[in-house]
């Protein structure tokens, strides 16, 4: 009976190990509102970000009111775009996104042709609003250079198949 209770406890504490790893984010979004030069809403607009070091992109479309927001994005460099029937296409270089990162960019768009465009090399505004949690990145070296708890010599555990087709583990 004793042994019983001990192996649910071992389950539900796995359980939730298992689960709580899972909810750790590690990518980044970007959100914001198109409008035009004087200030109104543009509704419908494809808005794009593409990742530089990679090429990854998304698109999405504002909605109603404007907004948008791109979502579980890799954290890097990015380019966004916005695009309307009857205005010209706005560009911004230079959105940083780190790990649990919000950045908002307000999108003005110019009545113009669609081959025209505006062009804006500048920092968007990171913010927290939208989470409630806080991320970090650490640099590559710090990974390589921090040996992980479970992967010391004494914690190894080898995989043997014996003749019958049964793995166990030593």
């Known amino acids: 009976m004793r042994f019983a209770f001990e192996a649910l ?3 539900v504490l796995a359980g939730l190990i298992a689960t709580s790893g ?3 984010q590690i990518t980044a979004s970007i959100r914001g509102t198109v409008v035009d030069a004087s200030g109104a809403v543009v509704s419908s607009a494809a808005v794009t970000a593409t990742q530089a070091e990679t090429g990854f992109t998304r698109t999405v479309t504002s909605d109603g009111q404007g907004d948008f927001i ?3 994005l890799p954290v890097g460099h990015y380019r ?3 695009e309307a029937k009857g205005f010209q296409k706005f560009v911004q270089e230079g959105v940083t996104l780190d790990v649990n990162q919000t950045a908002t960019v307000t999108m003005r768009l110019a009545v113009g ?3 025209e465009k505006v062009e804006v090399h500048a920092d968007a505004t990171l913010i927290e609003a939208a989470t409630t949690s ?6 590559r070296a710090f990974n390589r250079a921090t040996p992980y708890p479970l992967s010391s010599p004494a914690r190894r555990t080898t995989v043997q198949r ?4 049964n793995v166990s583990g030593q």
């Open 70 to 72: 791109v979502i579980e």
């Open 22 to 24: 899972n909810s750790q």
């Open 134 to 139: 806080l991320g970090r990145s650490r640099p």
């Open 113 to 115: 042709t669609t081959t």
């Open 9 to 11: 406890v071992v389950c």
């Open 80 to 82: 966004v775009e916005a």
């Open 162 to 165: 014996s003749g019958h087709g």
